[in-house]
């Protein structure tokens, strides 16, 4: 996979990978969240910016997923826009409701991999005031010479009743998210019901997970052009919880969530 341009592995990515569209507006934030000299502050804006759109088009397939799932009573779409301009219909107003209070999220869980997560899980809240999140510790080597371990999981209940949002801000070879994945997989929740939102993810990353789980949905706002020789992202964000947490690296070598 080194070797092979990223042109080409987005071609070979199936239809259950979404890519955001370049708009002006996630070109500005992504050229925000890669410069070095962005502070903390700045930098969380930027990420709630990109996490607002992400989630909103995550939260239009939650409802095509549960369309599928069970039979509803009619409803009518009720369109907003974006920040990017795009419309969108995530949220749905019953035709005998005629008020306002009548719009309504569409039922998900939230799953966050601590600590990046926690950034998407704020714009989660944002949307979805109520939504109730799950957490996961996975942690692996700073240097990826060690393969992830599972320190802590906690779910909210009935998770398989509903889409689950996984929430990681930075896909590179996909290890922890995959072992995410087999996580709620156990926790009895359907490969279906999966939608893995993330900012940025390496081509190769994206192409694993949806081989190893083909049935699992990913919602990504950008693909950069691939890894390095020790494994992460080229360009990518830097540290990324080191950054939005403002934070120092040191404690990326035994919590290496990148």
Not at 5 to 27: F, G
Not at 75 to 83: C, G
Not at 123 to 140: D, N, W
Request: aromatic share 6%; proline share 5%.
């Amino acid at each position: 996979f080194l070797k092979v341009s990223k042109d080409k592995l987005i071609q070979l990515l199936p239809k259950s990978v979404t890519i955001l569209t370049p708009t002006p507006m996630l070109r500005a934030a992504h050229t925000v969240l890669r410069d070095n000299n962005t502070s903390c502050h700045v930098f969380r804006h930027a990420v709630h910016r990109v996490g607002r759109t992400l989630i909103t088009k995550a939260l239009g397939v939650a409802m095509g997923i549960s369309s599928t799932r069970k039979a509803r009573s009619p409803r009518k779409a009720l369109f907003f826009q974006d920040d990017d301009g795009e419309s969108s219909s995530s949220f749905h107003l019953d035709k005998d409701l005629a008020s306002a209070d009548a719009v309504t999220p569409p039922l998900v869980f939230g799953v966050s991999i601590v600590r990046g997560g926690q950034a998407i899980e704020h714009s989660l809240r944002e949307i979805v005031p109520e939504v109730k999140i799950g957490k996961m510790i996975i942690a692996q080597s700073i240097d990826k010479s060690h393969g992830p371990r599972l320190y802590y999981c906690r779910f909210p209940r009935n998770l398989d009743t509903a889409p689950v949002l996984l929430m990681d801000p930075v896909i590179s070879t996909s290890n922890t998210c995959e072992m995410a994945l087999r996580i709620l997989l156990d926790h009895g929740v359907e490969e279906s019901q999966i939608i893995l939102c993330c900012i940025i993810a390496a081509p190769q990353g994206l192409l694993s997970i949806s081989r190893n789980f083909p049935k699992v949905r990913i919602v990504c706002s950008w693909v950069d052009q691939g890894l390095n020789e020790k494994f992460f992202v080229i360009p990518g964000l830097g540290y990324f919880g080191a950054r939005y947490f403002n934070c120092s690296e040191v404690g990326l070598i035994t919590a290496g969530m990148q």
